[in-house]
């Protein structure tokens, strides 16, 4: 596609369609095995690569898997995650979460476990069901496409910056196509495993994961929708040198 070229629709069509694409972006934990063609898989990341980058370093690395490769992936994971010793003793490559949770980070968190759980009929304390559930993260909640992010260790936070822009651009062409996602920072423990088995070189650091594919439907998780907080409640207009609330 042409980068200067007119948009495809009338204004009010291409924000319709632009606002519907993110606004229906949500996290789906259960899809269907319907195949995605590798020529879609690679119209999503042919659009996404165009996502804002300092000084035009696109520092993303994609590496998907698919078929045999992504049930060996999976296999390899589950393994190690069925056995406590071993699980707890690995480390993530770099902290996506606070080490102290405070408010009210620690309240949303909380929100969407139990609306989760809840939908799942999990109750409160049933530990198996709970490792259970999360453990279906490593199978991609049996989409048939597997995503692993990388980036090269030397860039710094700034980078980090560009690969959310970047996911977020892989997310929203993928529902441009009728498809949804689960980004996924559970894979972050195993990145030494998913290394090994997908030859990602030493100098490359798993960033995370995503399921790709059609959503279940039928599925009770996937009618959970998250809230979202108001503009007026984290943008802050100033003008006139005064502040001014929406």
């Known amino acids: 596609m042409n980068r200067l070229s007119q948009p495809p629709l009338s204004p009010d069509l291409m924000s319709q369609a632009v606002d519907w694409a993110i606004t229906t972006r949500r996290s789906i934990r259960a899809f269907l095995p319907t195949a995605v063609p590798r020529e879609e898989i690679e119209s999503i990341l042919d659009v996404a690569r165009f996502s804002a980058t300092g000084v035009n370093m696109q520092p993303w690395r994609v590496h998907v898997v698919t078929g045999d490769m992504k049930d060996r992936l999976s296999l390899a994971i589950a393994d190690i995650d069925s056995n406590p010793s071993l699980s707890m003793s690995l480390d993530d490559p770099y902290e996506y979460y606070p080490r102290e949770w ?124 998250t809230d979202r907080e108001p503009v007026n409640a984290f943008a802050t207009f100033h003008h006139n040198n005064k502040e001014t609330v929406p």
């Open 102 to 225: 405070v408010a009210p980070y620690v309240d949303r968190r909380r929100k969407v476990g139990w609306e989760l759980y809840g939908l799942l009929g999990i109750a409160k304390g049933d530990k198996q069901r709970m490792h259970e559930q999360h453990g279906r993260n490593y199978r991609f909640f049996d989409a048939p496409v597997g995503l692993l992010f990388t980036i090269d260790r030397v860039l710094q936070e700034g980078s980090l910056l560009d690969y959310g822009m970047f996911l977020q651009s892989v997310m929203v062409a993928a529902r441009g196509r009728g498809l949804h996602t689960c980004p996924q920072a559970a894979f972050l423990k195993y990145h030494n495993v998913i290394a090994e088995i997908l030859s990602i070189p030493p100098e490359q650091m798993l960033v995370c994961g995503m399921s790709l594919g059609y959503a279940d439907e039928t599925s009770i998780e996937n009618t959970l929708v």
